[in-house]
């Protein structure tokens, strides 16, 4: 049978604000729309800068090593703003309408950028033109950068986004992204990938092997310092074997969440699921609900969990409830 997957189920709560901003993104303007609550909820870098399909750049003629600069850049954006200093709320309204403009601001900029010139300008058309940042002369006469007040208190910029966007010659462009795009097997499919830590590598004869049966033009597989296999005739080969002895060795994998101030309570009482794995559709019938939806951060083995605890608790509940009015309990009346 294959794996349920869950999504939110009935009705649009509140019209669903985490839907709203699915093509264009967030504006400034959407602001004006949203209580506190909202506003802190949805400010976040993935609600204003949608993830960018890297690979359609790559496959439009955008060299990898450019694709993978424009990822790391946005990679080095906070996903929510970084406050400062905020006294009340109109002030952190506006700390959120400035991270949502510099959020748009980087974004216009990184959507022109295309080859490694136009990577090299992206620093001063960013910092610079928008007054984030001051040229001035050191004491050798060099060009250096002061950081304006827009800089200092803005929630959106930070050291390491600065470090990141700038480019300083093609030498440490081809060193950090179009190397890095490489070593990071940056948009190589999952079923092509070296896991981590391993590496594969081609015998070019140069070279020994304990027992003297290496042999040339063969692949051969490395943990750090260690020669774990040789004599692979290609590298899909050797690719394969690395792949499974990895998977062997590896003890991580998703587990069910349980919250730890529940990790060692039992439940007792009726067996309401009867085994059963609970579903949206169960709250529907069940209960009447409206509708549902989950965090956009949780996994689906978390969805499965909280969808039966909540299942299970609401039916408790119910129970109960229908104990006490059984029993002329007067509380329960009032409820």
């Known amino acids: 049978m294959p794996k349920q997957i869950h999504e939110d189920f009935g009705e649009k709560i509140g019209g669903a604000k985490k839907d709203l901003w699915s093509v264009r993104g967030l504006y400034t303007d959407d602001l004006d729309e949203m209580n506190e609550r909202e506003a802190e909820k949805y400010v976040k870098k993935d609600n204003i800068w949608k993830k960018p399909d890297y690979q359609a750049m790559l496959d439009d003629g955008v060299p990898i090593g450019v694709v993978y ?20 709320s109109e002030d952190k309204y506006y700390q959120q309408k400035q991270y949502i403009t510099t959020v748009r601001q980087l974004q216009e900029v990184m959507e022109k950028v295309r080859n490694v ?10 910092y610079v033109e928008n007054g984030y940042l001051r040229p001035v002369q050191d004491w050798n006469g060099r ?9 200092t208190h803005n929630p959106a910029l930070t050291e390491n986004l600065r470090y990141t966007i700038r480019i300083t010659s093609s030498a440490q462009f081809e060193h950090d992204f179009a190397r890095g795009a490489k070593d990071a097997q940056f948009l190589v499919p999952k079923e092509q990938k070296i896991p981590r830590g391993y590496n594969i590598r081609q015998y070019d004869g140069n070279g020994y092997s304990r027992n003297g049966d290496w042999k040339p033009d063969t692949y051969y597989v490395t943990h750090g310092h260690y020669i ?17 002895y990895a998977k062997s060795r590896s003890k991580s994998g998703k587990q069910r969440f349980v919250p730890p101030q529940l990790e060692y309570i039992n439940r007792s009482g009726p067996d309401f699921r009867n085994g059963q794995e609970i579903t949206g559709q169960h ?5 009447g609900f409206r509708g549902g939806e989950f965090g956009n951060w949780l996994n689906q083995n978390d969805r499965q969990a909280s969808l039966n605890m909540g299942f299970e608790a609401l039916k408790g509940l119910a129970d109960r409830f229908r104990y006490l009015l059984c029993q002329g309990n007067k509380s329960a009346h009032r409820l």
Request: proline share 3%; no cysteine.
């Open 69 to 88: 600069y424009i990822k790391k850049v946005r990679d080095a954006v906070p996903a929510t703003p970084r406050y400062y200093r905020v006294y009340d």
């Open 143 to 151: 060009t250096a950068y002061e950081r304006t007040r827009d800089y």
């Open 228 to 244: 774990l296999e040789t004599n692979f005739e290609t590298r899909d080969e050797a690719l394969r074997w690395v792949q499974e």
């Open 117 to 126: 010139e136009d990577a090299k300008a992206a620093f001063a058309e960013f």
């Open 283 to 287: 709250y529907l019938d069940t209960f």
